[in-house]
C-alpha cells in the first residue's frame, strides 16, 4: 500500500453504500482511494489484522497510513480526501464522537430498510477495476 493510499471496506450488497463508492470514485482525481467490499476475502484479510471490534458489517472501515477509522471518522476522513467543498464537512469532527457515531449507527442501523440491498456485490466497470482489491 503507498503511503498516500487509502483503502475503503464496505458492505457490497448495501445499495447506500454502494452509491457511497460511486460518490467517492466521482470525486477522488487523485485515485487515492481503493476499495474491498466487507464480503470479500481481500477486506477479511485487513479486517483480521484490525481489532475484533472493528470487524463489523455496519461499519465503513476506513484504512490510512497504517490506521483504521471507522464509523463517522472513517466517513469523515474520506470526504476530506475529495476534491470539491466535500473536504469542508470534516469541520463536524469537533463534534463528540458519540454525537457523530449515534447518527452514523442509526443509518446504518436502518440502511436495507431505507436504501435496499443487492443479491450480490456490485461489479466494478473494466474501467475502475483497477480501484477495486
Known amino acids: ?21 460511486q460518490f467517492v ?5 487523485a485515485n487515492r482511494f481503493k476499495f474491498a467490499s466487507l464480503q470479500s ?8 489484522q484490525l481489532p475484533p471490534a472493528v470487524r ?10 497504517g490506521r483504521y477509522y471507522q464509523q ?3 466517513a469523515l476522513r474520506i470526504l476530506r480526501g475529495l476534491t470539491g467543498g466535500w473536504p469542508l464537512l470534516y469541520a463536524f469532527m ?3 464522537a ?14 436495507y430498510r431505507w436504501f435496499g440491498q443487492q443479491a450480490s456485490c456490485m461489479l466494478p466497470t473494466p474501467e475502475l477495476k483497477a480501484r477495486f482489491l
Do not use: H, T, W
Not at 500500500?1 to 463508492?21: A, Q, R
Not at 470514485?25 to 482525481?29: F, Q, V
Open 98 to 111: 458519540f454525537l457523530r457515531d449515534g447518527v452514523y449507527r442509526l443509518v446504518a442501523k436502518n440502511r
Open 72 to 74: 463517522s471518522a472513517a
Open 1 to 21: 500500500m503507498k503511503e498516500d493510499e487509502s483503502i475503503i471496506l464496505f458492505d457490497g450488497v448495501c445499495n447506500l453504500c454502494n452509491g457511497f463508492v
Open 56 to 65: 463489523s458489517i455496519e461499519s465503513i472501515v476506513l484504512i490510512q497510513n
Open 94 to 96: 469537533i463534534l463528540p
Open 41 to 48: 476475502d481481500v477486506a477479511q484479510s485487513y479486517l483480521m
Open 25 to 29: 470514485i466521482e470525486r477522488d482525481a
